[in-house]
Nanobody, 117 residues
């Protein structure tokens, strides 16, 4: 099994920064994708940023230039550095991991990010 533990959420003023962490543990061997998603009240869950095991990153247009996804050197932890936060970034942020051999698709419990003055 795989466990994902997110941390780093909280309340921040517009223009501020937060850094989210996602620590993966368990049978994570052969993971190939880790992503950050978010879900605001009344909206569908959407991709924010992702990174593959080869280091390829991808970002939603709404966060390009403000958010940065990165991996720790041990590759079991992924970060999301969020700068210039806006009220519309308010959501629950979820970490996702995908692996193969055997295939698995796992989610964390989510961490709340609130951007408000």
């Amino acid at each position: 099994q795989v466990q994902l533990a997110e941390s780093g959420g909280g309340l921040v003023q517009p223009g501020g920064s937060l850094r989210l962490s996602c620590a993966a543990s368990g049978s994570i061997f052969n993971w190939y994708y880790m992503g950050w998603y978010r879900q605001a009240p009344g909206k569908q869950r959407e991709l924010v940023a992702s990174v593959t095991s080869s280091g390829t990153t991808n970002y939603a247009d709404s966060v390009k230039g403000r958010f940065t996804v990165s991996r720790a050197s041990v590759q079991s932890t992924v970060y999301l550095q969020m700068n210039s936060l806006k009220p519309e970034d308010t959501a629950v942020y979820y970490c996702n991991l995908k692996k193969h051999f055997p295939f698995g698709d796992y989610w964390g419990q989510g961490t709340q990010v609130t951007v408000s003055s």
